[in-house]
């Protein structure tokens, strides 16, 4: 397992997602926004409609972990319970993703990605 890097990143995502849930529960968030944001950032793929350069441009800023992360610092330098649950719910999508095999897009076509190269 170790010498392979799929299997590797996919286990380190399913760990990621699971503390995010974990940090949304202690947060005390609803499951109601949890199911309404949860599959948001997937709209960052209607870039695709326009070309497969847009659409993993798009996809890739809605997927990249370091802006829920920057959000979760934000949210918790306001005491924003409702931005650290955006920020969570973000990451946990993302996370959720990366678990199933869905990873950062090539800007060739959107099966090609970090996680398997078409």
Known sequence: MLTRPTVLLRLEAAILFAATIIA??????????????FLTPDL???????????????YN????????????????????????????????HIEFDRMVGYGLKYPTF????HLSRA
Not at 77 to 88: D, K, Y
Request: no cysteine.
């Open 110 to 113: 959107f099966k090609d990605t």
């Open 24 to 37: 949304y529960i202690h947060w005390g968030h609803g499951w109601v926004l949890f199911a309404v944001l």
């Open 61 to 92: 800023l809605g997927h990249f972990v370091a802006l829920p992360l920057l959000l979760l610092a934000y949210g918790y330098q306001l005491h924003s319970a409702i931005t650290i649950a955006v920020a969570l719910i973000w990451a946990s």
């Open 44 to 58: 960052f793929m209607l870039g695709y409609l326009a070309n497969p350069q847009l659409g993993s441009a798009l």
